[in-house]
């Protein structure tokens, strides 16, 4: 059953209509179905005379991002705390976005929405942009009737999850950078610089120092099989990423090992905490069991080490264990979390104090940030100058050495 709606989804296309309503007036639109035919019978069971139905077309449009799907949340967020009705409110965000592939999808789970599914239900039917913890939270608040807190809940949420991400993203990506310009550089260096050193230093008829004959045989080799260097260099790159995309084994080897490394395991093991936190306190306060919440949790870690210790703590909790004995026994929290968790348990303020332990943690992860930014300024210019800098000496060493003989 659910393989034939699914097998239906994908059918599905959106069509931009035309017709004349009752009173002869021009009316235009757009719909998702699964063809030509569905849009003209729906357009005439609503009393309309089509004109013209035509396929939309699926390029020009970008792809809707992260980014998009948590502005879209803080948009729709502020319009319904305003008062504007949900449907008005997609129309009106809709139509604002810069984005055609964001206004479509917003046009698309409104026509969802008014041919009577519920919002959850038709973010649902797009599950690449939004997962089950943003469907079950948009669930929550349907059914609790507080659907404008827990939509403002739920882009606070993604808003703070976002940002933290980025700041990871930015400390890992300047030292990547790096590492990558010194290998550009040293291969022009080897290829097209050193060459022409080794031409002039022929005609001294003397032996070359041994860092100078070193660097020589290097670019002899860059020179000779500068195709295997880039080729290999370029695959193995190319090979990781394939299979870390692919390769659930190998994501979970490197999600141990990456919370293990010097300085940047425990900046991630920070992240890995304060999205934890953060999700559960958003997922508890929306009135979701603990149970079910931790099975988003698990799926929201991010870590596969913190995955498996969340179906711990959930299979504990549902035998009737408590969260902070679960999360002990789990043994991948500090024990700041631990008593935090501990004492909200007893007060009834769980949500309250995972909120600010995930706060604790998120100032934790900007700290650390800025001072792996400090730290990693002086270690990546001495880096630069002793890979580019020995190199140049390495050249300059025969001039010397034939100035001092010439001076002597």
Same mark, same amino acid.
């Given at each position: 059953? @659910? *393989?034939a709606a699914k097998k239906n989804i994908k059918t599905e296309v959106s069509y931009t209509w035309e017709a004349k309503d009752k009173s002869g007036k021009i009316v235009r639109g757009e719909m998702r179905a699964g063809g030509v035919a569905v849009v003209q019978a729906t357009l005439r069971r609503q009393g309309l005379l089509v004109n013209k139905v035509k396929k939309q077309s699926a390029g020009g449009g970008g792809s809707v991002t992260e980014k998009d799907v948590t502005l879209f949340s803080r948009q729709l967020a502020t319009m319904m705390k305003a008062g504007v009705p949900l449907l008005q409110s997609f129309d009106i965000v809709g139509k604002g976005a810069s984005n055609r592939a964001v206004g479509k999808l917003? &046009?698309?789970i409104k026509a969802e929405v008014e041919t009577g599914s519920t919002l959850n239900q038709a973010f649902r039917k797009y599950p690449l942009y939004f997962d089950a913890l943003f469907c079950n939270l948009v669930q929550a608040g349907e059914q609790a009737g507080i659907l404008e807190s827990l939509l403002d809940r739920l882009a606070s949420y993604k808003e703070k999850t976002m940002a933290l991400k980025s700041k990871i993203k930015g400390a890992l990506f300047y030292p990547i950078a790096v590492v990558v310009v010194a290998f550009i550089?040293? @291969?022009i260096l080897m290829i097209f610089v050193v060459p022409q050193f080794k031409t002039v230093f022929k005609s001294f008829g003397a032996d070359l120092p041994a860092p100078t004959m070193v660097v020589i045989g290097i670019s002899d080799f860059f020179v000779a099989y500068w195709y295997l260097v880039f080729g290999s260099t370029f695959g193995a790159v190319f090979a990781f990423f394939y299979f870390w995309k692919r390769s659930e084994a190998m994501q979970n080897a490197l999600d141990r090992v990456f919370i293990k490394i010097p300085v940047f395991g425990p900046l991630?093991?920070?992240a890995i905490i304060a999205r934890w936190t953060r999700t559960l306190s958003t997922m508890f306060a929306a009135g979701v069991p603990l149970v079910e919440a931790l099975d988003s949790v698990a799926g929201a870690a991010g870590n596969y080490v913190y995955k498996v210790a969340t179906k711990q703590i959930q299979a504990e909790v549902s035998t009737g264990s *408590?969260?902070?004995? @679960? &999360?002990?026994n789990a043994n991948v929290f500090p024990n700041m979390v631990l008593q935090m968790v501990a004492i909200g348990e007893e007060s009834g303020q769980l949500d309250g104090m995972l909120s600010? #332990? @995930?706060d604790f943690f998120e100032e934790e992860v900007d700290d650390a940030v800025n001072a792996l930014s400090s730290l990693m300024e002086p270690i990546i210019m001495a880096f630069l100058g002793v #890979? #580019?800098?020995g190199l140049v000496i390495a050249m300059y060493l025969p001039i010397?050495?034939?100035?001092? #003989?010439v001076g002597g």
């Amino acid at each position: 059953m @659910a *393989t034939a709606a699914k097998k239906n989804i994908k059918t599905e296309v959106s069509y931009t209509w035309e017709a004349k309503d009752k009173s002869g007036k021009i009316v235009r639109g757009e719909m998702r179905a699964g063809g030509v035919a569905v849009v003209q019978a729906t357009l005439r069971r609503q009393g309309l005379l089509v004109n013209k139905v035509k396929k939309q077309s699926a390029g020009g449009g970008g792809s809707v991002t992260e980014k998009d799907v948590t502005l879209f949340s803080r948009q729709l967020a502020t319009m319904m705390k305003a008062g504007v009705p949900l449907l008005q409110s997609f129309d009106i965000v809709g139509k604002g976005a810069s984005n055609r592939a964001v206004g479509k999808l917003l &046009m698309d789970i409104k026509a969802e929405v008014e041919t009577g599914s519920t919002l959850n239900q038709a973010f649902r039917k797009y599950p690449l942009y939004f997962d089950a913890l943003f469907c079950n939270l948009v669930q929550a608040g349907e059914q609790a009737g507080i659907l404008e807190s827990l939509l403002d809940r739920l882009a606070s949420y993604k808003e703070k999850t976002m940002a933290l991400k980025s700041k990871i993203k930015g400390a890992l990506f300047y030292p990547i950078a790096v590492v990558v310009v010194a290998f550009i550089i040293t @291969a022009i260096l080897m290829i097209f610089v050193v060459p022409q050193f080794k031409t002039v230093f022929k005609s001294f008829g003397a032996d070359l120092p041994a860092p100078t004959m070193v660097v020589i045989g290097i670019s002899d080799f860059f020179v000779a099989y500068w195709y295997l260097v880039f080729g290999s260099t370029f695959g193995a790159v190319f090979a990781f990423f394939y299979f870390w995309k692919r390769s659930e084994a190998m994501q979970n080897a490197l999600d141990r090992v990456f919370i293990k490394i010097p300085v940047f395991g425990p900046l991630i093991l920070k992240a890995i905490i304060a999205r934890w936190t953060r999700t559960l306190s958003t997922m508890f306060a929306a009135g979701v069991p603990l149970v079910e919440a931790l099975d988003s949790v698990a799926g929201a870690a991010g870590n596969y080490v913190y995955k498996v210790a969340t179906k711990q703590i959930q299979a504990e909790v549902s035998t009737g264990s *408590t969260l902070t004995g @679960a &999360m002990q026994n789990a043994n991948v929290f500090p024990n700041m979390v631990l008593q935090m968790v501990a004492i909200g348990e007893e007060s009834g303020q769980l949500d309250g104090m995972l909120s600010k #332990v @995930a706060d604790f943690f998120e100032e934790e992860v900007d700290d650390a940030v800025n001072a792996l930014s400090s730290l990693m300024e002086p270690i990546i210019m001495a880096f630069l100058g002793v #890979v #580019v800098g020995g190199l140049v000496i390495a050249m300059y060493l025969p001039i010397f050495k034939l100035g001092s #003989v010439v001076g002597g």
